[in-house]
């Protein structure tokens, strides 16, 4: 396999730029690459599953059309992500939803 | 025959047990034990309540009721009080803001800026190497904007200091990548117009200039008389992957010894004072130049005056004794650290200061127990009385553990206190108590892991660690690694852990499975091997632990993983066979004075 490692994110293309915008700088703060995808409307955890099913790296986010966001590792149970994020959430806590899922990665305390 | 149901109970300082005893003639069956709390201080009339449902638990496990029994048996006890004190005695400060050392987890770019600090908006009058000064409020995207302008417009920018966490982002959209350090909270203190410097290493490496007396010397054209003077600042910077120095006029970091107060001591003929930041080795010298100890009394307005004071009042309101009458009997002092935040640090910066715990302990003679007794036989409608004094009735005890035999020193590792008790061949007993136990222990482990939580500490205290390594595995202390078949939740995830009969807890550290390990082991060892031997010598023939075949550990800290290893090892040196009780050869090292208490009344009945 060729493919690159990285976080792969997956949003509807519904919600608030600004919120992708967030979520990728705060994964790419901790140095890691992200692999952003437009796909048909889902729930932020359905989406970050199955992104994280998709991810080299086991780990995915999930933006719905509303501007919520989850976090999860493809070794998980579907139904139980490791972070979500309320939509409407300020800014901070957009970011440490890209912060979290890299730590995933990095295998460092996530709070 | 008939069977006669006989109870123990042993007011301990922290715990109160119970053991019930079926006895016929002179032979016992024990039926069940139980263990509470001890309400109250130990010799006290308030340890009726705990002594009462120890009982009440105890025949509840045995099966029995509280009408089938003849005699509660106490022990004599010595109320003992121990207090502790913590005196941090050396301490960070800088002043007029001259530098940042912190370790943000993610700073920027690499190498080693030096120029004037210049607000980012103000970048446009600037000229020279600068160094820009972002506050908060400002976004990652902008602020790199404005570097690259400024770089464009011919300006030498040679670093940057954030407030928020964006140092990477900032980097990620330079034309020319420069070192900056982010998570600076007090960014808007970094003093502006003056020479500066800001450093990062490379990922897994420390700062190599700005941690050097003579690299700040060459970064700030300093003369000798100056580089003597920013030396504490190149220290105290030492080990960290990212710094700030700002050259302020007056500008200082210093490592001040805190006067902390001095201490008495008083004994074997003589008064000798110690000051308290000589450190522990200094005041256990001294200490035991006076032994035994009459008495020990802090400065007034010290630390460690209001802490021996304190004792001294606790002991005045449980006893009745007048304040002028109780003496402190013992004093442990330990040497720690305690991680403080630097006083004039702009972003939270942490420095260890040397600090001295002390643990003291006062006695008396006037013990109560027999109101207790009183109200015990009261409240079960039963005879109770006081069956034999705390040492020997744990020696009796201890001697039921299957290899042991006369002469015989018991280790009971308490809370408070660490007690010492020998039986010689001749059936000579003799006691003491010294200050400084589980309690001194895990005071120790949370300071020195700046852990607010009491109960964080006394789990690493009790808990072997882990590091979690995966949603499905840890890796244990000792390397071996274990598998869950459900995922571990997220807070404890790449986390040092306890591993809690609940399950992985989380402890709130950055520091690593091997530093809060040592922290934790060191603490052990400081308190239980330093007292074992200590409270040994005292009661040691001639004070020579040689002169001793057999040591029993007994007490709730002899059921610690490793507190009987660390003891057996300070006392391997000297011949000793050391292990853990195991009463009756079934019980471990619980319930040894219960036990004992009742042999003692079938022996002598």
Request: hydrophobic share 45%; charged share 20%; glycine share 10%.
């Amino acid at each position: 396999m060729t493919e690159k490692p990285a976080i792969v994110l997956r949003h509807t293309g519904y919600a608030d730029p600004a919120v992708l915008r967030e979520v990728c700088a705060g994964a790419e703060e901790e140095g890691v690459p992200t692999r952003v995808e437009q796909v048909r409307e889902a729930g932020a955890v359905a989406l970050a599953h199955a992104a994280a099913l998709e991810s080299p790296l086991e780990t995915g986010i999930g933006i719905d059309g509303s501007g919520g966001v989850a976090v999860h590792h493809a070794s998980l149970p579907p139904d139980g992500p490791v972070q979500r994020v309320e939509a409407g959430s300020p800014r901070p806590d957009l970011r440490i939803a890209g912060r979290t899922a890299a730590r995933i990665v990095k295998v460092l305390p996530l709070s | 025959m008939t069977r006669r149901l006989v109870v123990g109970v042993d007011i301990g300082n922290s715990t109160t047990e119970a053991c019930v005893a079926a006895v016929s003639g002179d032979s016992v069956e024990y039926l069940g034990t139980a263990l509470t709390h001890t309400t109250g201080v130990k010799g006290t009339p308030d340890n009726t309540d705990g002594a009462v449902s120890a009982v009440r638990r105890a025949l509840d496990r045995a099966g029995r009721t509280e009408s089938e029994v003849e005699t509660v048996l106490l022990n004599e006890a010595t109320p003992v009080i121990s207090g502790l004190a913590m005196e941090t005695i050396s301490e960070t400060i800088i002043t007029e803001s001259t530098m940042i050392g912190h370790n943000p987890a993610t700073p920027g770019g690499e190498g080693l800026g030096v120029g004037t600090t210049v607000a980012i908006d103000a970048l446009s009058g600037a000229s020279g190497p600068t160094i820009a000064v972002v506050g908060p409020g400002w976004d990652f995207d902008d602020v790199a904007t404005e570097l690259n302008a400024a770089t464009e417009r011919g300006l030498e920018v040679v670093a940057a200091v954030l407030a928020h966490d964006d140092a990477v982002l900032v980097v990620n959209r330079l034309r020319t990548p420069i070192p900056v350090v982010d998570e600076v909270g007090a960014v808007e203190k970094v003093p502006l117009g003056m020479r500066a410097a800001v450093e990062v290493a490379p990922p897994g490496r420390t700062i190599r200039t700005l941690s050097d007396s003579y690299g700040l010397a060459s970064v700030f054209e300093l003369d000798p008389d100056q580089t003597k003077h920013v030396s504490p600042v190149a220290r105290a910077l030492t080990g960290n992957r990212s710094a700030v120095v700002v050259r302020t006029p007056s500008g200082d970091v210093t490592d001040r010894r805190i006067p902390v107060g001095t201490l008495t001591l008083r004994g074997a003929g003589k008064t000798l004072q110690v000051d308290v930041d000589a450190g522990a080795e200094a005041i256990m010298e001294v200490l035991g130049r006076v032994q035994p100890l009459d008495d020990a009394t802090g400065e007034a307005g010290t630390h460690v005056g209001g802490m021996l004071a304190q004792v001294r009042d606790t002991m005045t309101d449980v006893t009745g004794q007048p304040a002028a009458e109780i003496r402190i009997r013992d004093v442990l002092a330990v040497d720690t650290f305690v991680p403080k935040e630097v006083r004039g640090g702009l972003a939270g910066e942490v420095a260890p200061e040397n600090a001295v715990a002390l643990a003291a302990m006062v006695r008396t003679s006037r013990s109560r127990m027999q109101v207790v007794a009183d109200e015990v036989a009261a409240a079960l409608g039963c005879r109770a009385e006081i069956g034999g004094v705390e040492g020997e009735m744990a020696v009796r005890g201890a001697l039921t553990t299957p290899g042991t035999a006369v002469p015989i020193a018991v280790l009971d590792l308490g809370g408070g206190s660490t007690d010492a008790a020998l039986l010689d061949r001749d059936g000579v007993c003799s006691a003491v108590h010294v200050a400084g136990a589980g309690e001194l222990v895990t005071k120790l482990i949370g300071s020195e892991l700046a852990l607010d939580d009491r109960e964080q500490a006394e789990a690493v205290k009790r808990h072997p660690l882990a590091k979690v390594e995966s949603f499905f595995h840890v890796r244990h202390e000792d390397g071996t690694v274990q598998f869950f078949p459900e995922p571990l939740p997220s807070h404890v995830f790449a986390r040092v852990v306890t591993m809690t009969p609940e399950g992985p807890a989380p402890v709130a550290t950055r520091h690593s499975v091997d530093h809060v390990r040592r922290v934790r082991r060191e603490a052990k060892r400081k308190v239980f091997a330093v007292n074992a031997v200590r409270a040994l010598k005292q009661v040691a023939p001639g004070g020579s632990l040689r002169m001793l075949d057999f040591v029993v550990l007994l007490g709730g800290s002899a059921l610690d993983f490793e507190i009987p290893d660390l003891i057996a090892d300070a006392l391997a040196g000297y011949g000793v066979v050391c292990g853990i009780g195991n009463v009756h050869g079934s019980e471990g090292p619980r319930n040894a004075v219960a036990s004992g208490l009742v042999d003692a009344h079938v022996a002598g009945a």
